[in-house]
């Protein structure tokens, strides 16, 4: 059974650190393209950032040059750095891997950026 548990978020005040975490078991990790999504309140749920099987990396424009997404395949881990960080960043964080069509999800982890 594929789990992606996600760790790291909590309470940051402007221009703030956080790097988030997801574990994932049950799954060849190394096989799967993963990523970082977030839905804020009354919004839809956006891709953040993602990293193909073979470590290829894309982000959304709002977090270019402040976030970074890598992954320990050792590990199977998956992590993002998050830098710089900004009110309209608050949002539930989910971690995402696909394969093929294979789908999964985490649970999410709650970022609010506030003083």
């Known amino acids: 059974q594929v789990q992606l548990v996600e760790s790291g978020g909590g309470l940051v005040q402007p221009g703030g650190s956080l790097r988030l975490s997801c574990a994932a078991s049950?799954?060849?990790?190394?096989?799967?393209?993963m990523g970082w999504y977030r839905q804020a309140p009354g919004k839809q749920r956006e891709p953040v950032a993602t990293i193909t099987s073979g470590g290829t990396t894309n982000y959304a424009d709002a977090v270019k040059g402040r976030f970074t997404i890598s992954r320990d395949n050792a590990k199977n881990t998956l992590y993002l750095q998050m830098n710089s960080l900004k009110p309209e960043d608050t949002a539930v964080y989910y971690c995402s891997a696909r394969f093929v069509n294979l789908d999964y999800w985490g649970q999410g982890t709650q970022v609010t950026v506030s003083s």
């Open positions: 049950g799954m060849t990790f190394n096989f799967y393209a």
